[in-house]
């Protein structure tokens, strides 16, 4: 037997013995998923049993009304929440951040403080619980500080509960600069979330709901990922260096017969999703559905919905465990955009809703008169606030990744617009038109008068082209990217929903006659905004021309959006809202710029890589196996037609990909002669992604006229179906 063999059993055991312990795990999993839910988060019932009750009260307070804790209960919390750590397990504590990289970043230190005998004893402030000072000098800032400005303030979020992770104690914590500028993506949501619900709050005592005191949004972030085997990935330089592939010919099969999409999940996937499933439950994620999507090797799982910071903390969570549980099961687990052309790629729909602290749905269609009048001005602040702000959500879902998604026929256009359904639609129109709607019974709508008329909440399809559509009681924005933090959407939602019902407040509060104002309100609203619903196929051509003529924007790159960052009228949202500074948003338009080209020149720098090293010589190593057999064949008088011309059809391939690797190599010396980020930025674009598309297309020519055992790397039908 080869070692070749032998290692193949050994891999093989090693698979059954994780998916026999798995089902083994499986029988005891289902009664204690109760007792396991949250079982390493430092939550509420944790703190009640735990905090003297002065102490839980003041947390509840600082949770609720964001009260500052005083220094006493803060060391009180601290003591309570060590002792928990310790009890799990855990010997470190660390403030969980998340930067402007888009992923967590954590620093870990342990409780071990030296005592007067020389051992140790176990310990944890409350000012270590309150604010840490990590190294902030290599985090991406935009400007905002110097280099050598090394200092930066991480501070608790305590409306994100601390959980323990890897024996490690995390503090979920907001991360700014010496200055208080924000230098992570939980500032921004923060205030984004206080901002919703300052202005929420205006327009709910105007209905006289005084009740609610608290006016949240919330999110559930479907994830999509890739699942391929490890083995696999391990040979492509590309997926390794950039997350996706950068060269690779249509294998036979693709996606075309849908035959993976809700299909059978396998065995070695099946088990990964249960050990993640139990993982995340014990952080408090609530995990919920899991089922193959589209293209061959991906999945997706949706959670519950939960407020906006906490849902955003989860995801991170999420995408972590998912990278770190499929190595346990010898597979990589890819959150690319658009790891392989030809197929489906991965995005996150962002279910939003409004919700208040009495458990209300904002956008769920009421009982009453005022009631439904109240979802309607809500319903109407979304439409102009996605309208008003269609270019801040756009560069909420830019980067180099998500250009090659999105409006590829199996995600949103880069046009924003929102679907309604055919029957919302139509009595927004009737008000608008003061006509009457033509339901099962026709009727006038006069807002704050009249009943809604009854409506199914599923009374039209899913328009799955729609990037924002709205789903019975929430809307669902479809352009997030598979790898994308969700906080960067939601901030700018946030606000421009809040700006929307700020100027309602503005009006109705000064208003002689309620009802009527809200009636007019309503109704130019709708007329000045109906431009951005659209109800039809957001794929077809005609909706590009269309989109045009109503006046709504197309940015169809990350370059041809980001300058938007600094437009006045988004500069003013921000700054009213105290959501970004103009500092802040200037820069975070360069560091979106900057990231767009030091990808594109990864990327580039891997495909120069690649050929060089691995694909020429491997075509010429065939090449001359051809023309050896060639000579052999005709010395023979055999015929050997097909040796020549396969061989003169990769010496062409091969001279067209020198030329193409040259070409890509001096368009991105080009770029990188520009030191101005937008100009370089447009260079990238411009020059350096075409001549990797010429460079592919020559390159996957090869791959195709090159036989198998000659080929240096794994083919897209390896890849895509290499987990049995």
């Known amino acids: 037997m080869t070692l070749t063999n032998i290692q193949g059993l050994e891999y093989n055991s090693h698979i059954r013995a994780l998916l026999s312990a798995a089902a083994r795990k499986a029988a005891l999993l289902m009664k204690n998923v109760i007792e396991m839910f949250g079982s390493m988060v430092f939550n509420d019932c944790v703190m009640q049993a735990r905090l003297p009750k002065q102490a839980y009260k003041q947390v509840q307070r600082s949770i609720k009304l964001g009260e500052r804790l005083d220094g006493e209960t803060a060391e009180v919390v601290a003591n309570a929440m060590k002792d928990w750590a310790l009890e799990k397990g855990a010997t470190h504590f660390t403030h969980w951040f998340q930067p402007m990289t888009g992923i967590t970043a954590e620093k870990h230190d342990s409780f071990i403080a030296p005592s007067d005998n020389g051992r140790i004893i176990m310990e944890f402030s409350g000012k270590e619980l309150i604010q840490g000072e990590p190294d902030a000098s290599s985090f991406p800032t935009g400007g905002l500080r110097a280099t050598f400005e090394a200092r930066g303030y991480t501070t608790w979020d305590p409306t994100s509960y601390a959980f323990i992770k890897d024996n490690v104690l995390c503090i979920p914590t907001a991360f700014c600069s010496y200055g208080g500028e924000a230098l992570d993506k939980k500032t921004p949501l923060l205030r984004s979330m206080e901002a919703l619900n300052r202005q929420g709050l205006r327009i709910l005592r105007l209905f006289g709901n005084t009740d609610v005191t608290a006016v949240k949004t919330t999110v559930g972030p479907e994830q999509e990922y890739f699942l391929i085997d490890k083995s696999i990935y391990e040979k492509r330089k590309d997926i390794m260096y950039t997350g996706r592939t950068l060269f690779g010919a249509q294998p036979p099969k693709g996606q075309e017969l849908d035959d993976h999409y809700y299909g059978t999940i396998k065995p070695r996937v099946a088990a990964f999703m249960e050990e993640l499933d139990e993982e995340l439950w014990k952080l408090g994620v609530l995990a919920k559905t899991e089922h193959n999507e589209v293209a061959p090797a991906q999945h997706e799982l949706a959670p519950i919905y939960t407020t906006t910071n906490i849902a955003a903390d989860h995801n991170q969570i ?407």
């Open 318 to 724: 999420t995408m972590e465990l998912m990278q770190k549980l499929a190595r346990k099961y010898d597979m990589v687990c890819l959150l690319h955009e658009k790891p392989f052309a030809g197929v489906n790629g991965s995005g996150k729909h962002n279910n939003w809703s409004m919700t208040t602290d009495t458990g209300l749905n904002l956008l769920e269609p009421g009982e009453t008169p005022y009631e439904n009048a109240q979802f309607l001005l809500l319903l109407c602040a979304v439409l102009q606030a996605v309208d008003d702000y269609q270019d801040m959500l756009r560069i909420s879902v830019a980067s180099a990744a998500n250009d090659h998604r999105l409006g590829a026929a199996e995600a949103p256009p880069a046009i924003i617009s929102v679907f309604l359904g055919e029957e919302l639609e139509e009595i927004l129109e009737a008000i608008e038109n003061d006509t009457p709607y033509g339901g099962k019974e026709k009727e006038q709508i006069k807002v704050g008068v009249h009943v809604l008329p009854k409506f199914a909440r599923d009374a039209t399809d899913r328009n799955r082209t729609s990037p924002f559509a709205f789903t019975g009681n929430k809307f669902e924005f479809r352009m997030l990217g598979s790898s994308m933090s969700i906080s960067g959407a939601n901030v700018v939602l946030n606000t421009a929903v809040a700006e929307s019902l700020r100027k309602y407040a503005d009006i109705l509060e000064n208003a002689d006659n309620f009802e009527t104002s809200l009636h007019e309100l309503i109704r130019s609203v709708i007329k000045k905004h109906k431009r951005i619903i659209f109800n039809g196929n957001g794929y077809g051509d005609e909706w590009i021309s269309q989109a045009a003529s109503r006046g709504l924007k197309n940015f169809r790159t990350t370059v041809d959006c980001v300058p938007y960052y600094l437009d006045i009228k988004n500069v003013d949202l921000f700054a009213r809202h105290r959501v970004y500074s103009e500092i802040e948003l200037a820069a975070r338009y360069k560091m979106k710029l900057d990231n767009y080209c030091k990808v594109i020149r990864i990327e580039a720098q891997t495909m120069q890589e690649m050929v060089w090293q691995d694909i020429l010589p491997a075509a010429s190593a065939y090449s001359k196996k051809l023309s050896d057999t060639a000579l052999s064949k005709a010395q023979l008088g055999i015929d050997n037609s097909f040796e020549k011309e396969q061989a003169a059809k990769v010496s062409e391939l091969m001279s067209e990909t020198v030329t193409n690797v040259k070409a890509l190599a001096a368009a991105a010396e080009s770029a990188d002669e520009y030191s101005e980020n937008y100009t370089r930025a447009s260079v990238f674009r411009d020059k350096v992604l075409p001549a990797q598309e010429a460079l592919r297309r020559s390159v996957d020519g090869l791959e195709q006229n090159t036989a198998k055992q000659f080929w240096p790397y794994p083919t897209y039908g390896d890849i895509l179906f290499s987990v049995q």
